[in-house]
């Protein structure tokens, strides 16, 4: 299968922190005796050539090429990085693909002092939009989540990316110890009027391996009660349609047009690059689908990557059926839904064969599913139990 036309997204994995977070389980490091820039700028533009040049052969000659709808660099802070190195990889990603008139090109960044003063830097590399780690307004639970800004600092970020970027998102973790749906409600009014573009929710949760996994476990705090959780939850909508944004995804909420494009490549189960750390990667090649991975550590990765070009540890051909089943995971979290026959396009097997039949028909009479034309859709009371519904629905 030549020829692939399918706008590609790529993502670019900085894996470095000031700080580890005791949520996060991220694949994110802490490094005290710093990083070396130019060498790590050098390696993830050297293994951005080496998938390049594999997608130029799926693609021959110069008026072939993919095009490239979205950059997103995550982490990690990527908003640590220089901005030479931010500037050389969008510069090079232009000149191997062919990048849309409209081009997503996202950064993450935290909202410190230090970290705002280098946002116009970032914009002049050619970011065009700004995603801010906010997490809350909240000066207790800034500090209950060992965040390194003050609710003011988040506040002047705020301000500051929205006078730089076009588009600006910000994330905000609920359903925090003793936390009530009244102040969660006036914490989202505050940060909605703020920067009311695109939010990024998500509820707290204990992962194995960080430091609130151990923290909890011994009861130094308890999460609120499920119920308690799903009402913030259910706040969340009805506060963020305030200011006139939609959910569209479980856990994201935009106005109009304001969707984060990247993400929305995932969802819809497109053509993504993973460059970088630890970074997965899916993409059509030949008619098969590639699962890469590339080396978490980032010292190794590193050496792989100026050793051979590239740090990938494992590449499987995905079977039709894994092919389905990711589809159905990704496109069901969306407002809108599946659509068969793209997880048949993307699958080469029918959809009946991605889906056990019984469980079909049961979810909908449950109200949990429905058709909406073509299209197979999450219902609200779906979507908050599409965690435990997934397992048994996909074959």
Same mark, same amino acid.
């Given at each position: ?34 990083? /070396? ?17 594999? &997608? ?29 190195? &931010?500037?050389?990889? @969008? ?6 693909? /062919?990048?849309? /008139? ?24 050619? &970011? ?29 970020? *705020? ?12 994330? *905000? ?101 993973? @460059? ?75 959809? *009946? ?43």
């Amino acid at each position: 299968m030549r020829g692939v036309t399918e706008p590609l997204a790529l993502y670019i994995h900085w894996p470095f922190c000031a700080s580890k977070c005791p949520y996060c389980d991220f694949n994110s490091h802490v490094r005290e005796g710093g990083v /070396d820039h130019a060498r790590y700028r050098e390696a993830l533009r050297r293994e951005l050539a080496h998938e390049a040049e594999r &997608v130029a052969s799926e693609t021959p000659g110069r008026n072939s090429r993919r095009p490239l709808a979205s950059i997103f660099f995550g982490g990690g802070t990527p908003s640590l990085m220089e901005a030479e190195t &931010v500037a050389a990889l @969008i510069a090079d990603a232009r000149g191997f693909f /062919d990048a849309t /008139d409209d081009i997503e090109i996202t950064l993450e960044a935290n909202p410190t002092s230090v970290e705002t003063g280098k946002l116009r830097e970032f914009a002049a590399a050619g &970011v065009n939009r700004a995603s801010l780690g906010v997490q809350s307004l909240d000066a207790e639970a800034l500090r209950f989540l060992g965040r390194r800004h003050d609710a003011s600092q988040a506040i002047a970020a *705020l301000e500051a990316a929205r006078g730089i970027f076009p588009r600006l998102s910000f994330d *905000l973790i609920y359903a925090r110890p003793g936390q009530s749906e009244a102040s969660w409600r006036a914490e989202l009014r505050q940060a909605l009027a703020l920067a009311a573009d695109h939010l990024s929710l998500y509820q707290l949760t204990i992962e194995p391996g960080t430091r609130f996994f151990t923290e909890h476990a011994r009861g130094a705090f308890a999460l609120p009660e499920e119920d308690d959780a799903a009402r913030m939850y259910e706040a969340t909508a009805e506060e963020a349609a305030r200011f006139g944004l939609a959910p569209y995804e479980i856990s994201n909420y935009a106005k109009p047009g304001a969707e984060s494009r990247h993400n929305l490549a995932y969802w819809r189960y497109g053509d993504y690059l993973g @460059i970088g750390p630890g970074a997965h990667q899916r993409l059509l090649m030949n008619g098969d689908m590639l699962a890469t991975r590339r080396h978490r550590a980032p010292e190794e990765w590193l050496t792989r990557v100026e050793t051979s070009g590239h740090a990938t540890v494992e590449e499987e051909i995905l079977s039709p059926r894994d092919r389905g089943r990711e589809a159905l995971l990704m496109g069901l979290r969306l407002a809108e839904g599946v659509d068969p026959a793209r997880i048949e396009a993307r699958s080469s097997l029918n959809f *009946l064969d991605t889906i056990d039949p019984a469980m079909l028909t049961a979810c909908l009479d449950e109200g949990y599913l429905e058709w909406q034309g073509p299209r197979l859709v999450a219902t609200s009371e779906g979507r908050v139990r599409l965690d435990a519904l997934l397992p048994v629905l996909l074959r």
